[in-house]
């Protein structure tokens, strides 16, 4: 066993996918996969790139490719392929090179885009636009501003009895009476709730309110074009990293409760006027908002009581979908916006949940799916298609994953250690921006766990071996040196600990039972899975190979594993430019069944097994090193 | 011609009305008319009490009278009757009295209240309450609180698809983990929008927000009972006597409309918490808002844009029906209380006015009816059953009638002369409050022109006689002493001008002339006329005979005088507590046709003629005085 060379590098490697032409510059190290997916080919065979299936078949017709290592070369073995042939998920990029990958080498064929499935909408947004040419008053012609406007409205809306705002009747008459009487009517069903120039279309907002990150969107909702997204810390981090501290604090008291609805409020107001300021769009033009997030952050955002949700049975106050004056949260947009929060299934599974069902098509999918959104709190849902049973459940899976409870755990920013892979027996990692490392976020944890297994320096228990050049015995235990003080950008160890690891093993046993329980209670067998998405901001950065290696996820025989990104923010933009997809939210949270796991005895029982790590498929290949293993990422920043 | 005897009294004569037994103690002077209304019986005969008819006779079977004057003895000569026999509407009491007056001697019958035909409606208030009894949570029962709540009224109310506010969440969460799960939901249609504890029934407001006062009403929501009621004085008055003013001080700058606006919304607040603390009601329990006002106060009231209503052709910006939370306003009720304010008719023809028409069933009545509301602009109706027509106007009709623009002219308060009628060829006054005089207020100043009439002192064009006693040449004109300084609260002269009576010419030429304009565009003729309703706290006070004696009132044969007091609180407690009622508002003010008067040469004309004073009909008479005559009105106050 060699010490592993962990340091990071920088050396660029262009990979140009043919027949198609993409190009796409990578640094050393990198997956055929990961490379391919950056440049939006879609490369993974039938199940999504997890290592399972061995059909991401590619043939690198030129240029240098780090050597297979053994799993890769058994999938090979199996078959018989021309010289160059690999196997897009495991192998790596050593210089330039020029992939072959034709469509049809794809048993699902060729996407093009990242996200996969997203749902497509009719765009049928709430808020309308009518442009009117009116006549201003005069003594023949007395009407109202109201009556004038209704009129007009009922000549190009085809319906009548029209309501208007006082604020938009302000707003009409200040555009009106600077002679503007051709003007944009904003209509939200029968209320008129804004007026703007003529040609200055209604915008929507919609919102993703995660723990850690704040996702904004702009969308013109007359096109149903995205005009600008930007994502922003959750300002409440300061008062708990994790949603139950946060919610603890709230519960003491009102005024704690009002300071962090004001704080989030007040953020994702400046996000918008920064979006705004960078489309040319007027905040006035602002007509409607669309808001997800888990049952704690909107429980925060609209000030309802929180105590009850930090107690058995933990409930909901309000699950149902709410429609608010934008106004009541102190955003003053167009007169009459209004903030439509998605409906949660109840307890823990939040709108962000229904909405990522919603924007994965999950409620409508031919396949049995399993989908995931994994946090401190790790939403999971179970539909089967044939039966209609939809079952939804929320593990507590701890903040391991986002950084806490690990001794040099961070959040995913610059410095972070995020990837760790094994090349000829050598542990390798990059850091995010490249930096030196300062700690270990979600990511770079679970694959690092994977690669102990792999190099057999943690036992399936979960023991790091004492043996090994890099395991110390310290105070309080054993521990993995990561990176050495020389390496770092503090000038201290990087290591991970023996009770690191216990903290892991919780966390993705919590996942993987609930996954489990929850296919035992819809009566289906894992191989009869077809689908696992994979959905939210950690699980796009996570390797599910690693993931499903240290037993976090199921190995799903017959499963295509999906990473969707923020399909919570999808669903809240579907929501945004369509009544119907309101509608249809409300149904997913009364159809999906919230399965509270605590009165399982199953639960607890798959919980005990999947503490454990699985058994290992091979050792890892032991041949030399050739090429510079030190790499970078350079398609994500700290500030991502 | 002797020197008027002009000074307060305060002889107290009770007077006995029978067969019914009831008694009131009024001041020697007092109408048997005006004793009856306030012993709640109204006595006019055909007329309503504007001396046109003659058939209010009552017999005084015991105590004094002042003897009839010329006009009640040509009514008296024109039958025969018994001994004692006098005109309610003219004989005035000396002594303690008592009166005959069975209820077959009136063509109605005896009606028992003042208001008379106030419009009677369903109870079907649009918040509504129930009782709901729950379960707390528990683990077999971890519903959210909305779907527990939501579960409870669609057993109950026979609906579902209920949203509940975030407000009501908190309420119902800080009630139901005091351990009171059972309690008393609030709902508007399908939205709950707040909790109480059993028992405590949803309250209603209705506001009537006048220019000068500002009336407010508690209704109970569950049965329609009135708790409480107020007036105040409207807080904008330091800003602008008249509504005009106002308009122009808001249309100066957004802050001062909002100031004005903050200013009326912050004194409503403060009488609801009054009549709240008075009836032991919690804030909380104020689930529904109904307001209805002059267009002017409206816009005032919700900060709507008031530019345009200064300038021709006057339109208003919402004449609709308006619909916002009371939370827009600044009062915290309960947490989806609902602010309804009234539609209006369009231009000055307010929301008032529909309230008045609704609460005096004008557009039901069977009669050809003519209403107005007397004040800085008055408000004409005119609905003829016959052809459905159905006009209203506004006529600015100045502020002489609210103490105005007249030399001595003051609001109705503590002071002021309210009451002028002749004895014996001598003028005498009442007070409010029985002071010393210090001014004139409406009513006073009617009455005094009236009289000014009768004893020759103002010829038909409205000049003072300069050979009057009490008439002087000052350097601005002629001028009519009413009180000489030593009679005086302040110790000067109080007097009436020749400016004062052209300004007092002006106004009452404006009612008349929009009346008669009204009429001749409905196509009706005086006689036609079956019934005038006079509205409004000004109205009420008013001696109709006076008003009709100087041609501010025209002579109607055929049509009872109605003064019907505060008429638009009435529709507003009427839209209160019935949702048809509102709809009925919006279709009054969709089909009553607002006149601009400007438009018509006939308004012109009719106003030139109508500067001039009526002719008379009969010369004061001469008898002479027996008793005390400076009295003391007891049922009104200077805080009225």
């Known amino acids: 066993m060699t010490k592993p060379e962990i340091e990071p590098g920088t050396a660029g490697c262009e990979v140009t996918f043919q027949p198609l032409g993409r190009r796409i510059v990578v640094t050393a190290g990198t997956t055929l996969l990961e490379a391919g997916r950056r440049a939006g080919l879609l490369l993974c065979g039938g199940c999504g790139g997890v290592g399972i299936c061995g059909r991401c078949r590619v043939s690198v017709s030129s240029g240098n490719m780090f050597p297979p290592d053994e799993e890769e070369r058994d999938f090979l073995a199996a078959g018989s392929y021309s010289p160059g042939t690999r196997l897009a998920c495991e192998a790596r990029v050593a210089s330039s090179v020029t992939v072959e990958a034709p469509l049809s080498s794809?048993?699902?064929?060729?996407?093009?885009?990242?996200?996969?499935?997203?749902?497509?909408?009719?765009?049928?947004?709430?808020?309308?636009?009518?442009?009117?040419?009116?006549?201003?008053?005069?003594?023949?012609?007395?009407?109202?501003?109201?009556?004038?406007?209704a009129d007009a409205l009922d000549a190009v809306a085809g319906h009548t009895d029209w309501e208007m705002l006082p604020g938009a009747a302000s707003c009409f008459s200040s555009l009106a009476r600077k002679?503007?009487?051709?003007?944009?009517?904003?209509?939200?069903?029968?209320?008129?709730?804004?007026?703007?120039?003529?040609?200055?279309n209604p915008v929507g907002v919609a919102v993703d309110v995660g723990c850690t990150k704040i996702a904004v969107y702009l969308v013109d909702l007359c096109t149903g074009a995205e005009l600008a997204a930007s994502g922003t810390p959750n300002p409440q981090i300061p008062y708990g990293e994790d949603l139950i501290s946060r919610l603890v604090y709230a519960a003491a008291s009102t005024e704690k409760a009002k300071s962090l609805a004001v704080m989030v409020r007040e953020c994702i107001l400046q996000v918008c006027a920064k979006l705004c300021d960078s489309s040319h769009i007027i905040k006035e033009q602002i007509a409607d908002i669309c808001v997800v997030g888990n049952t704690a952050m909107m429980h925060l955002l609209l000030n309802l009581p929180v105590a009850q949700l930090l107690s058995a049975p933990f409930v909901a106050s309000i699950d149902r979908d709410v429609d608010i004056p934008a106004s009541d949260l102190g955003w003053q947009f167009a007169p009459g916006a209004q903030v439509h929060v998605l409906p949660s299934i109840g307890g823990f599974v939040g709108a962000d949940h229904v909405a990522m069902i919603m924007a994965r098509n999950i409620d409508r999918c031919e396949k049995l799916t399993v989908g995931l959104d994994i946090g401190t709190n790790t939403e999971i849902v179970v539909r089967d298609p044939g039966t209609g049973s939809f079952l939804t459940t929320s593990v507590p899976s701890g903040?391991?994953?986002?950084?806490?409870?690990?001794?040099?755990?961070?959040?995913?920013a610059s410095g972070a250690i995020e990837k760790v892979y094994s090349l000829n027996g050598n542990l390798r990692y990059t850091t995010i921006d490249g930096t030196k490392p300062i700690g270990i976020c979600g990511s770079g944890?679970?694959?690092?766990?994977?690669?102990?297994?792999?190099?057999?320096?943690?036992?399936?228990?979960?023991h790091l071996s004492k043996t090994h050049a890099l395991?110390?015995?310290?105070?309080?235990?054993?521990?993995?040196?990561?990176?050495?003080?020389?390496?770092?950008?503090?000038?201290?160890d990087i290591v991970l600990t023996q009770q690191d690891i216990t903290q892991v093993q919780l966390a993705k046993a919590a996942i993987f039972a609930g996954i489990e329980t929850l296919l035992q209670l819809t009566g289906v067998s894992p191989d009869d899975v077809q689908q696992l998405v994979v959905a939210?901001?950690?699980?796009?950065?996570?390797?599910?190979?690693?993931?499903?290696?240290?037993?976090?996820?199921?190995?799903?025989?017959?499963?295509?594993y999906l990473q969707v990104g923020n399909a919570a923010g999808a669903g809240a933009k579907l929501a945004l430019v369509s009544k119907s997809e309101r509608e249809r939210a409300r149904k997913i949270a009364e159809k999906a069944k919230r399965i509270e796991l605590k009165q399982y005895a199953i639960f607890d029982r798959s919980m005990a097994r999947a503490t454990r790590f699985p058994e290992l498929r091979s050792l890892i290949s032991h041949a030399a090193s050739q090429l510079p293993v030190s790499v970078q990422d350079e398609a994500r920043s700290g500030s991502d």
């Open 471 to 492: 395991v110390e015995s310290g105070r309080s235990g054993a521990r993995f040196l990561v990176a050495p003080a020389a390496d770092t950008g503090h000038g201290r």
């Open 106 to 149: 794809f048993p699902s064929g060729q996407r093009l885009q990242v996200e996969g499935d997203v749902a497509v909408t009719a765009h049928d947004p709430i808020v309308k636009a009518y442009q009117l040419q009116l006549c201003p008053p005069s003594l023949d012609d007395s009407r109202s501003d109201y009556r004038r406007v």
């Open 536 to 560: 939210g901001a950690f699980g796009s950065y996570l390797d599910l190979r690693s993931a499903v290696s240290i037993g976090m996820l199921p190995r799903f025989q017959n499963a295509e």
């Open 445 to 462: 944890t679970v694959d690092l766990l994977a690669e102990l297994r792999r190099i057999r320096c943690v036992d399936e228990r979960g």
């Open 179 to 200: 002679g503007r009487w051709d003007l944009n009517a904003y209509t939200r069903r029968q209320q008129v709730i804004g007026f703007a120039n003529c040609g200055m």
């Open 399 to 412: 903040p391991v994953f986002e950084g806490g409870h690990v001794s040099h755990g961070m959040r995913a």
